[in-house]
């Protein structure tokens, strides 16, 4: 009790706003959430996703659609801002997404995809807005974390250049990627998409890794996960 | 209200015009030719060449002979036309409509109901005109009446007055030839073989025995001259009902100055268009500037609107586009679109977000101003198997989907747009693949699902079906591959990955 009331003054000098109480909603993360300040997914704030390989950009995609799901369940209209956009409309009616609520922006450049960021942040009658850019300097995820922060839009950046590890101010950073799926008793096919969530960076939280499953409905999370040959630990593959 | 309407004749429209470019013509005979059948036929006549006997229609050369020392000007196909424009938009001044007489290419026709008393009733009106344009150097002749086709037949023809009083047009027809009816040579040619040389021979006798005769449009040229029948006038500026213009006594150069004329007629035409129940869907800001050069920037909404701040938003984006030079001294705002607002009713609590919400809505208008309407999409289900067909694109932001999204099958969360070749081993005929090869990385396939068989839509295109299979490698990334045609044909089936699955 002691320790937990320390824990939310610390939080409370670090400039950490808590939510109120009865707002506090589960996003259905499961354990994830806790990794977070106040044990919240923090929904006004910059989600920042690194995605490489194609296979880690389906993931995340994926991974965002089933947070969209939770998000978008008001009614709330969605962006989608990119240049080279491969999402495949038809999909996110899988993780409950209804597709015809997302609007795409494809534009040819990525100053235009951070325009329109900025736009679509600042404009309260979205739930959330994805980017997908190759690259997000200092000044630019300051900019977004501002206009996040007068709406209360959630943002997705889908970072698809790794290398380049400017720091942003975004408060969490994810790559998630994919595992081999699960099947109930060696049965053939495949089994729900499963993926290695890896937090690396929460602002006011604890860092992690996790072991999830979307579910059909829902993400699930997998409890006995043994050590597997995760895809970020492979070097030197072309980027495609 | 009565409706009135002017018909300005240029007698010599083109003569005129040339004496105005060159006085040094006055006294010298000229004509205009155009070349016709290889040779020069005449198409204007100035009034000294007409004296001799010269005409339209006359050869340049058989002209010459009869007129010593005829100038022969070259004549350009549509001169009249761009003349008649010029005129007209110059004509705006005494009514809003005007109009082009398109039958005789030579003469105005001006819409002028509740005009005229402005200058002090309709004979002060046709002097002011008359007056006007003889000091710019045009000899016209005007007729006021209650249809064009009287005023364009008194103004041609009439002999008495051109004041004809609203409800006598018939009879101020009566005693003119019928070639004021504006009729084409050929019906004119059977009237006259007939000896029908004024109207009031025929225009008693019944409508069947002259359609039978003269045709239905000769009918119709009678009816739109006595005013049974309405004659539509287009208009050379179409009147912008919502239109505000801001003059600078100092020419403005700023960023500032250009944003603070722009919010002011704003807010003028916004108020107005309130009052009205009216929003902009399209605005034309143009900016006339001291080097007499026009700039003009536009914006659209997808929805009406009268907001300030939005519209003002949109014209924000655009300031750039507009080079000040040495300065603007004149803007005008037009809204040339525009629709009926829909107030929606005052929600008690917040309303419900979505697609139609305001502030997307705006959102849209500021990506469209800026980046294009076209980098907007939205998709929709659409009732097709073939994957790439299988959504399409609405047309409007609230268009709903007929059908619903299909979910029995596994579609991947990443398509490419064009399917990519791939070296597969595979066992045959069904199995799906043992490992494939893409951008030179080995895959061993660990886990597999399908075939899933799509048609291609035999009456859209022609080609090789596909086999649908869902592999997942020893990593666990998850592929979309196919094999494009059947294993053992004459044509060569292949393997293709064409999309990632989460």
């Known amino acids: 009790m002691l320790f937990q009331k320390l824990q939310q003054d610390i939080l409370l000098w670090q400039g950490f706003k808590p939510v109120s109480a009865g707002k506090a909603e589960r996003i259905g993360l499961g354990e994830i959430e806790n990794s977070f300040p106040g044990s919240v997914f923090p929904k006004k704030a910059i989600h920042e996703f690194i995605t490489v390989l194609p296979e880690h950009s389906a993931a995340s995609d994926g991974f965002i659609a089933g947070l969209l799901a939770v998000l978008m369940e008001n009614g709330a209209a969605c962006v989608w801002a990119s240049t080279s956009r491969r999402l495949f409309p038809a999909s996110l009616s899988l993780f409950n997404v209804e597709p015809e609520r997302i609007i795409f922006m494809d534009v040819e450049t990525e100053k235009d995809v951070l325009w329109i960021t900025e736009e679509a942040l600042k404009c309260e009658g979205l739930a959330a807005v994805v980017a997908e850019v190759n690259n997000l300097s200092l000044i630019e995820s300051r900019r977004l974390q501002l206009a996040v922060e007068s709406s209360g839009v959630t943002g997705f950046i889908l970072r698809k250049d790794e290398n380049k590890t400017t720091s942003t101010v975004a408060t969490a950073r994810w790559r998630i990627s994919p595992l081999p799926s699960h099947t109930e008793d060696g049965m053939p096919g495949l089994g729900f998409p499963r993926w290695q969530v890896e937090l690396l960076k929460v602002r006011n939280g604890n860092p992690g890794s996790f072991v999830l499953e979307w579910a059909g409905e829902k993400f699930e999370e997998v409890k006995k996960a043994k050590k597997q040959i995760v895809w970020s630990e492979m070097e030197g593959r072309q980027i495609g | 209200m009565q409706r009135r309407f002017v018909s300005i004749w240029f007698r010599q429209l083109l003569a005129d015009w040339q004496l105005i ?421 080995r895959h061993m396939v660990a886990k597999a699902d399908g075939p899933e068989r799509i048609e291609r839509e035999w009456w859209l295109d022609q080609g090789e079906h596909r086999d649908y299979y869902q592999v997942e490698d020893e990593q666990g990334g998850r592929y979309w591959l196919f094999r494009s045609g059947h294993y053992g044909s004459d044509n060569k089936y292949k393997w293709f990955i064409h999309g990632f699955f989460a």
């Open chain 2, 21 to 441: 470019r060159r006085p040094e013509l006055k006294d010298v005979p000229f004509v205009f030719a155009a070349p016709d059948h290889g040779r020069m036929m005449i198409t204007a006549v100035c009034p000294i060449a007409s004296d001799f006997g010269v005409e339209v229609g006359m050869r340049a050369a058989d002209a010459k002979a009869i007129c010593p020392g005829l100038e022969v000007l070259d004549d350009k196909q549509g001169r009249p036309k761009t003349l008649l424009k010029g005129l007209g938009e110059w004509c705006v001044r005494y009514s809003p409509i005007v109009a082009i007489d398109e039958f005789g290419m030579d003469g105005l026709l001006l819409d002028v109901s509740g005009c005229t008393h402005l200058w002090g009733g309709e004979r002060g009106y046709l002097k002011e005109i008359v007056s006007r344009l003889k000091s710019k150097g045009y000899t016209v002749r005007l007729a006021i009446a209650d249809t064009p086709g009287a005023a364009w037949a008194v103004s041609h023809y009439g002999k008495v007055t051109p004041l004809i009083p609203t409800g006598e047009q018939v009879d101020a027809l009566l005693d003119l030839v019928p070639d004021a009816l504006r009729l084409e040579e050929t019906v004119l040619a059977k009237l006259r073989k007939l000896g029908f040389y004024q109207i009031k021979s025929f225009i008693g006798m019944p409508r069947s025995v002259l359609r039978r005769r003269f045709g239905e449009d000769f009918l119709l040229r009678l009816a739109q001259a006595i005013g049974t029948e309405n004659e539509v006038l287009v208009p050379l500026q179409v009147p912008i009902p919502f239109s505000e213009r801001l003059a600078c006594l100092e020419p403005i150069k700023t960023r500032n100055g250009i944003e603070i004329a722009i919010n002011k007629l704003l807010e003028k035409l916004c108020t107005r268009m309130q009052a009205e129940g009216k929003g902009l869907r399209t605005g034309v800001l143009t900016c006339y500037r001291i080097d007499g050069k026009v700039v003009r920037v536009d914006i659209g909404t997808s929805g009406a609107t009268h907001s300030i701040s939005h519209l003002f938003k949109l014209f924000q984006l655009k300031i750039d586009q507009i080079r000040p030079a040495l300065g603007i001294e004149l803007f005008v705002l037009d809204a040339p679109k525009v629709d009926d607002v829909e107030v929606p009713q005052e929600e008690m609590w917040t309303s419900a977000p979505g697609l139609d919400d305001k502030s997307v809505i705006r959102l849209l208008d500021r990506v469209a101003g800026k980046v294009g309407f076209q980098v907007i999409h939205r998709y929709l289900p659409a009732t097709k198997y073939w994957p790439e067909r299988s959504v399409q694109r609405a047309v409007s932001v609230t268009e709903k989907s007929v059908t619903t999204w299909r979910v029995n099958k596994p579609r991947p969360t990443e398509l490419l747009k064009i399917p990519v070749p791939i070296e597969v081993m595979a066992i045959i005929p069904d199995h799906p693949p043992k490992f494939f090869i893409y951008k030179g990385v």
